[in-house]
């Protein structure tokens, strides 16, 4: 089964996503923020981390430059951000970063299940 | 308010006089909804009444509304990956090789709703610019509806729209940010021709296409219908050309006009037989 870890300090959010994710037949973890994730992919590194901007103790840009760094994190997860931040220079810092996908919110299991396509993982 | 079946019947009957689009009994509810911003602005109580204009003042205009409403249009770029892929891939291929000599491809995108497909066709295209080099491709799209073929000429497509199916980068690349909305880049537009055209009319263009798409569409004709369109489609296609279906859609069993392609499997081929192409 592929893993997910769901990364975000909305809890109404972690639902959703872990639902969506639940019947597209992904195994769903969550984190609170990008400290949480970061633990969490040192330990068992998912498939795909699905990851908000915005969090409190370390933002998604910093988990995600953290995860860059890591050198102690078997298998490298794919990474698609999932955030309210819609504007294109976020987007484009994003990628930069080494975000595999960018998905705007709000979002529907249709749009979800092809940007998880698209990064390899349906 | 809630409407009786015989007018719900009578709305659903009209889309597939206009359309060939039948609906199922089990979507009649959409009816009510897709009708409701129609009926506000025409200032009408409630679906009975709308049917008594349509039969009272035979207002043309007001049918094609109604029609217009209640259309299908779901789409998504790339939609069903795995068999676009293969058209980008094989497929395409097979025709730039055949084509060596003319250098010239012509695509007819039928149905092509808000615009989706036929742009995720010419990214393709746009893409591989390299191997196309030189050569004249003809990208011709159409659908029976006007607000549809009006946004896919704008290239206007909503945060909902656009990320449907279509990877960031082709996003970032091929789109620029207009607002809340995403508005294709002038050289991806340039590469397609959008027209209104019914696909219970004759063939939009002369000549013959070399690929054609026709997704998601012929599902909901009625069996006759069905069989009388893909004759049309039959004609309408190089005979060594390719046709595209949508992934929950077959030839088999519908029509003698064509076949699987032995070769690509999920792309069909034109059969050799004569096939009566009269409408239904
Ligand atoms: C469900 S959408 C599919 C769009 C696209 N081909 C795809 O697969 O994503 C079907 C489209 O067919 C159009 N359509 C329905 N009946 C048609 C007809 N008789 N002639 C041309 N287009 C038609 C509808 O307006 C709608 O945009």
């Known amino acids: 089964m592929k893993t997910c870890l769901v990364v975000d300090d909305s809890k109404v959010i972690r639902k959703v996503a872990r639902h969506i994710l639940e019947t597209l037949s992904f195994e769903v973890a969550e984190a609170e923020d990008g400290q949480q994730a970061l633990i969490h992919c040192e330990a068992t590194p998912p498939d795909v981390v699905l990851l908000d901007w915005n969090m409190p103790v370390m933002s998604g840009m910093e988990f995600l430059q953290a995860l860059g760094r890591s050198n102690v994190i078997a298998r490298r997860p794919k990474v698609v951000f999932c955030t309210t931040e819609n504007g294109i220079a976020h987007i484009k810092a994003a990628i930069e970063a080494g975000a595999d996908e960018y998905v705007m919110k709000p979002f529907d299991r249709d749009t979800l299940a092809s940007k998880l396509q698209i990064v390899g993982l349906a | ?280």
């Open chain 2, 1 to 280: 308010m809630s409407a009786d079946p015989a007018t719900l019947r009578f709305l659903a009957n009209l889309l597939e006089q206009h359309s060939g689009q039948q609906m199922a009994e089990s979507r009649l509810w959409r009816v009510e909804t897709a009708l409701k911003p129609l009926l506000r602005d025409r200032g009408l109580a409630s679906l009975a009444e709308l049917v008594t204009a349509l039969i009272g003042r035979r207002d043309e205009r007001l049918a094609g509304l109604v029609v217009e409403a209640l259309l299908n249009n779901e789409t998504s770029f790339f939609r069903d990956r795995a068999v676009f892929e293969l058209l980008a891939t094989d497929g395409l291929e097979r025709m730039r090789a055949r084509r060596a000599d003319e250098r010239r491809l012509t695509i007819w995108c039928a149905g092509c709703s808000t615009g989706q497909e036929a742009y995720s066709l010419a990214i393709q295209f746009a893409e591989a610019r390299a191997r196309w080099d030189g050569w004249r491709i003809d990208l011709l799209a159409t659908d029976i509806s006007r607000a549809a073929i009006t946004q896919a000429r704008d290239g206007l497509f909503s945060q909902f729209e656009i990320q449907r199916g279509l990877p960031v980068g082709q996003m970032l690349r091929w789109f620029e940010q207009d607002g809340a909305h995403w508005r294709v880049r002038r050289e991806l537009a340039g590469r397609i021709r959008f027209r209104q055209h019914n696909l219970l009319d004759p063939t939009p263009f002369a000549g013959k296409a070399d690929v054609i798409l026709c997704r998601n569409l012929l599902l909901y004709f009625a069996a006759e219908r069905r069989r009388a369109a893909f004759g049309r489609l039959h004609a309408a296609i190089t005979c060594d050309g390719l046709l595209m279906l949508g992934a929950g859609e077959t030839v088999v069993g519908q029509t003698d006009a064509f076949v699987s392609d032995p070769e690509i499997r999920g792309l069909y081929r034109p059969s050799t037989l004569q096939v009566a192409t009269r409408a239904a």
